[in-house]
């Protein structure tokens, strides 16, 4: 018997050496790390991939290859040619672009490979890059007003080969949230359906229609008249709303349709169902979104930058034979602003509003770093700023380029730019609004920084602009029940 284990024992050690030997024959040390590193590098991309996978309820051991090598995308069409609202997709709806809407949430999910904006206009382009999202430049052939949304996910398909499910998110639909996608991919990812879709129900009794002038009577299409059910009696019906659309690669590409094989749909509650399609649905949209949309992630820090945001302009230093300047406080003036002024008559006015904005993300626990540069007369004041809201705030000193001292406060406090909120109203700020996950200009910014922007204030700088920020910042707070008062 130990024999037998011995030569067992032998056995595998020979296999092994065999192995390593035809792994290594003819390579050179410089070889063997290239060898070495692209293994490491496989080895990451698996773990991700099998961390996805795990999150999608997928299982690798007993599924196919195909199956376990998914690749979920979410689209969202935003074709240039809009006829009801011109540009309709990049359009602020309570200051955020309306794509912009959707596409936060998409990301927010975690739960796509990639995110992707179909277009054939530039603006669009610039705006769904913004807020992190790839671009597929449609041809003209599906640009055209009779061009259908299946043969523009189809040409996405078509050079996207990688990807196995799409979800076709309505660029129309601001108040969906994250868990909507979550738990709608789920019936994809963990029941196998091949395609899900959005409905809302509905309390509507429908009745058939008639030409005009016709002898012909109307007819109920979904009641019996005699016995009229009350609402709280009936369940009513479920109708598309069109909020987004997931389904598999071979329902799209070999059958031609969204909706087919095995069909589910996800319920959405109705104060979620916004649809947008002309003008007048634009103040009721803004209304809802406010109240039931998404607003992203909390974040921790929030800069602000001093001259342009929270005062009305840039004030310049005196010569250098000027003599030093000497803050004071002074009372609220009539118009709500706390001035501070030095011996010359040169004055900084904050807004109120700003301030009180300052105090409750200050109390929500948001560091609030306030950005100055050396061309504001802040600049060289800025230890011996007084003002009593602005005591909690820090105050940095920022070069030309604010984005490598932002970048450089981030990295010592180990935040990410989903972490940040950024306001701006300079250009040398397109980049840091760019990039963090909450970005304000205020109303009267240049239009650069505004379109770089993800949030347009409806105020002026130094006169609410810092207010309404803050209001959108704390508004995550307020949607995870962490908050309850009114702002």
């Not at 996608?181 to 990812?189: F, S, V």
């Amino acid at each position: 018997m130990t024999d037998v284990w011995c030569s067992l024992l032998l056995l595998g050690f020979f296999c092994i050496f065999t192995d390593l030997s035809f792994c290594y024959r003819g390579t050179d040390p410089g070889i063997h790390n290239v060898i070495h590193h692209h293994t490491n590098t496989q080895l990451e991309s698996r773990q991700e991939d099998s961390m996805a996978t795990r999150k999608r309820g997928l299982s690798r051991g007993n599924d196919s290859p195909e199956e376990a090598q998914q690749h979920i995308a979410a689209l969202i069409l935003a074709r240039g040619g809009s006829k009801g609202i011109r540009l309709k997709n990049i359009k602020r709806l309570a200051g955020i672009h309306l794509i912009g809407w959707v596409l936060r949430a998409a990301i927010d999910s975690g739960e796509f490979d990639s995110v992707w904006v179909s277009t054939d206009h530039n603006e669009i382009e610039k705006v769904a890059k913004s807020w992190g999202a790839k671009v597929h430049r449609r041809s003209q052939e599906v640009s055209k007003d009779s061009s259908t949304s299946l043969e523009t996910i189809q040409e996405f398909l078509k050079k996207n080969t990688d990807v196995t499910v799409v979800c076709n998110i309505q660029a129309t639909s601001p108040c969906l949230h994250p868990t909507h996608l979550k738990e709608a991919l789920e019936k994809i990812t963990n029941d196998r359906y091949d395609s899900v879709f959005s409905v809302v129900r509905r309390h509507q009794f429908r009745w058939k229609e008639v030409k005009e002038g016709s002898d012909e009577c109307t007819q109920p299409e979904n009641l019996n008249p005699a016995k009229r059910p009350r609402r709280q009696d009936w369940n009513g019906e479920l109708i598309e709303n069109g909020s987004f659309y997931f389904a598999t690669r071979d329902l799209i590409m070999k059958e031609g349709r969204l909706q087919g094989g095995r069909v589910a749909y996800f319920e959405m509650e109705p104060q979620r169902s916004v649809d947008i399609d002309v003008n007048s649905d634009w103040p009721l949209a803004e209304q809802r979104v406010l109240t039931y949309g998404y607003f992203g992630r909390r974040v921790s820090l929030m800069f602000c930058e001093v001259s342009g945001c929270l005062t009305k302009r840039r004030v310049q230093d005196r010569p250098r034979e000027s003599p030093p300047y000497h803050l004071r406080q002074r009372q609220p003036s009539a118009k709500g602003s706390v001035h501070s002024s030095d011996t010359e008559g040169f004055s900084v006015s904050i807004h109120s509003r700003d301030r009180a904005g300052l105090m409750k993300l200050q109390k929500d626990n948001v560091k609030v770093v306030l950005l100055t540069s050396e061309e504001d007369v802040l600049s060289s004041l800025r230890q011996k700023l007084k003002l009593k809201t602005m005591r909690k705030c820090e105050v940095m000193l920022v070069g030309k380029d604010p984005l490598k001292d932002v970048k450089s406060m981030m990295k010592k406090r180990n935040l990410d730019w989903k972490d940040v909120a950024y306001m701006g109203c300079d250009t040398t700020s397109i980049s840091c609004l760019e990039k963090a996950g909450l970005s304000a200009a205020p109303a009267d910014a240049p239009r650069n920084v505004i379109q770089a922007a993800k949030l347009l204030c409806e105020s002026r700088s130094g006169a609410g602009a810092v207010w309404d920020f803050a209001k959108h910042v704390r508004l995550p707070m307020k949607q995870d029940g962490t908050d309850r008062n009114c702002f």
